[in-house]
């Protein structure tokens, strides 16, 4: 598909097109810059972008199903067969023109991809070697050696497995993502991770009764998991089943500022590294500043107005673009904003 804004280039391809090459056809579209990837769907005159390459962060959807049904589930699964989506995403690793520094693989559970998910690694290792790939995955399935061997022996791609962790014991863990066994499977599928040597950043997503034991959940790392890469401390999402689990999910982080300085104490302690996501500055204790990071990808991050003059937006990683709909992780972000103003 050729970016076609002029009448000459839509001749050219119209040239192309009636010297055989049938599988040519032109677009033109404000929306639309050259290097992105589209789908077509003929039927519809409509093309879905895959891809934008003038992004500042990447990703490719694998399947929308999943295995577990967590609380605060930014993109609640269905259970279709959406096999499809495997093949639409490495036909767009195949089309990208400019190898991503970061490319992100998320679902749905992309571990349900069975041997296609080993197939889409070494897809984008063998076109884009320069890429670090980021699998977002709960690991349960890795838990089983038979299917944790043949995605990572001989791996020569660059992963960093992201795996979400919940609790320290059981009944927490299983509680937030709704699926009984899930922390045994996902702690199984940890050491099998390290079993070959793969990079793990933890997730943890701070809604209620998470924080009500996160203290506790990082001495478990610390003490239990020291291998890990890093352990990234997440604002909640309001969107998906967040919002459904508005109760359990809605939390006000200056509310938990307590909780966060013991949290980032005990991860210090036992030389964990970690680092704050989706989290305003201003909804964080001043000495943990250092460790948030501009993580809401790009076209979804917005600013309130306010945070216009506020002095360190260039390093805040604002809110999610629907905030309004849900909530911001801090309510009272004006009356902290003041203290950043000149
Ligand atoms: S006022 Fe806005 S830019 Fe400033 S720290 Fe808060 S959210 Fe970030």
């Known amino acids: 598909m050729t970016l076609a804004t002029t009448m000459q280039q839509r001749q050219s391809v119209a040239q192309y097109r009636a010297a055989g090459l049938a599988n040519v056809d032109w677009i033109d579209s404000d929306k639309l810059e050259v290097g992105d990837v589209v789908a077509v769907n003929a039927e519809r005159s409509e093309v879905e972008v895959l891809y934008r390459e003038s992004d500042m962060h990447h990703s490719l959807q694998l399947t929308n199903r999943c295995n577990s049904n967590c609380l605060m589930c930014s993109q609640p699964p269905t259970a279709q067969d959406d096999e499809w989506m495997i093949h639409e995403s490495l036909e767009a690793i195949r089309h990208l023109a400019v190898s991503p520094q970061v490319l992100g693989l998320s679902g749905g559970e992309p571990l349900l991809l069975g041997p296609h998910l080993r197939t889409v690694l070494d897809a984008i290792g063998n076109k884009h070697p320069e890429t670090r790939i980021e699998v977002l995955t709960n690991g349960r399935l890795l838990a089983n050696m038979d299917q944790a061997r043949p995605?990572?022996?001989?791996?020569?791609?660059?992963?960093?497995?992201?795996?979400?962790?919940?609790?320290?014991?059981?009944?927490?863990?299983?509680?937030?993502?709704?699926?009984?066994?899930?922390?045994?499977?996902?702690?199984?599928?940890?050491?099998?991770?390290?079993?070959?040597?793969?990079?793990?950043?933890?997730?943890?997503?701070?809604?209620?009764?998470?924080?009500?034991?996160?203290?506790?959940?990082?001495?478990?790392?610390?003490?239990?998991?020291?291998?890990?890469k890093?352990?990234?401390?997440?604002?909640?999402?309001?969107?998906?089943?967040?919002?459904?689990?508005?109760?359990?999910?809605?939390?006000?982080?200056?509310?938990?500022?307590?909780?966060?300085?013991?949290?980032?104490?005990?991860?210090?302690?036992?030389?964990?590294?970690?680092?704050?996501?989706?989290?305003?500055?201003?909804?964080?204790?001043?000495?943990?500043?250092?460790?948030?990071?501009?993580?809401?990808?790009d076209w979804k991050n917005v600013y309130a107005p306010i945070c216009e003059s506020c002095q360190?937006?260039?390093?805040?990683?604002?809110?999610?673009?629907?905030?309004?709909?849900?909530?911001?992780?801090a309510k009272t972000i004006q009356i902290i904003h003041e203290e950043y103003v000149a």
């Open 151 to 228: 995605l990572l022996e001989n791996l020569a791609t660059r992963v960093t497995w992201l795996v979400p962790l919940y609790g320290h014991a059981d009944f927490i863990h299983d509680f937030v993502v709704q699926a009984p066994g899930a922390f045994e499977q996902t702690l199984g599928g940890l050491l099998n991770l390290q079993s070959y040597r793969q990079p793990v950043q933890l997730r943890i997503v701070l809604i209620r009764p998470v924080l009500e034991v996160l203290p506790a959940l990082c001495t478990f790392i610390g003490r239990n998991l020291p291998f890990v």
């Open 230 to 297: 890093e352990v990234a401390l997440m604002a909640c999402e309001p969107i998906g089943f967040a919002l459904a689990n508005r109760e359990l999910c809605e939390v006000d982080l200056l509310d938990w500022q307590d909780t966060l300085q013991l949290a980032a104490r005990q991860l210090s302690r036992h030389s964990v590294p970690f680092l704050f996501m989706n989290a305003p500055l201003c909804a964080l204790p001043k000495n943990l500043h250092a460790f948030a990071h501009r993580s809401i990808s």
């Open 312 to 329: 360190v937006k260039a390093s805040c990683s604002g809110f999610f673009a629907w905030h309004e709909r849900g909530w911001k992780p």
